[in-house]
């Protein structure tokens, strides 16, 4: 669960720059808490997000917070350091906060509850001592999924021995290869909110009977659009 605290000097150089513009100049008052941005816990790309998906909010105001605090247990808490964070007016199973940036900002990081249904976006109000933040994502926003490393690139495998897909070992047209990813919607087998997915049952994605899937499957490229090669899949399962 630490690998998903996010250091700044990890963000790519743009995002870390308009964080820091945003912390230069939107510092709250002490008692305030103010929300910078909520992005996909796979690569910290702002976007919608899908119910069971993990999701990082940066804000400011937070009151207490040294270094990293981890939730201990399954089901993962409600409430992680006197922080409560409600989507869709359910309460969302808190993994870690962390204090950054020598306390200038913090980053939670969370689960989507299953439950909140997500029509024209998701509302989060994150709450500590009596602070709170209301902030709202809209359902046309980009829908973030690969995690990423400290270059942005995806992080995957060649499916054929596990060995790491690099700049200098590329996958090839054609291979299989194995990506990890959050954010892709429905999945049968559905755990329980704050639990990881058994790993004695397979969690795959529901199928999209949509006909626009074309349109919104995963696309390849850094400047995909609805126009780009798709991304062909023989199987997706959830692990957590």
Request: net charge neutral.
């Amino acid at each position: 669960m630490r690998g998903l605290v996010k250091k700044v000097n990890k963000l790519p150089k743009r995002a870390a720059l308009l964080l820091f513009a945003l912390v230069a100049v939107a510092l709250p008052s002490s008692g305030q808490i103010q929300v910078l941005s909520i992005t996909s816990s796979a690569n910290f790309v702002p976007g919608l997000l899908q119910p069971g998906s993990l999701a990082s909010i940066f804000c400011t105001g937070l009151q207490d917070i040294s270094g990293v605090v981890v939730a201990q247990d399954y089901p993962l808490p409600r409430a992680l350091a006197g922080v409560t964070v409600t989507v869709n007016g359910t309460d969302a199973p808190i993994i870690a906060i962390a204090n950054l940036a020598g306390g200038s900002y913090q980053q939670i990081n969370l689960q989507i509850p299953w439950e909140a249904k997500v029509t024209s976006g998701l509302a989060f109000d994150v709450s500590q001592k009596g602070a709170a933040a209301h902030v709202s994502t809209y359902l046309y926003d980009p829908w973030p999924v690969f995690f990423v490393d400290s270059l942005g690139y995806a992080i995957a495998q060649h499916a054929s021995d596990y060995r790491p897909v690099t700049q200098s070992d590329p996958a090839r047209p054609g291979e299989w290869v194995i990506a990890y990813a959050t954010n892709l919607g429905p999945v049968q087998n559905q755990p329980l909110d704050g639990y990881p997915a058994d790993p004695n049952f397979l969690a795959p994605i529901v199928p999209d009977p949509s006909p626009y899937i074309y349109y919104y499957g995963l696309a390849v490229g850094p400047s995909a659009n609805y126009m780009s090669p798709r991304i062909q899949s023989n199987y997706i399962d959830r692990k957590s």
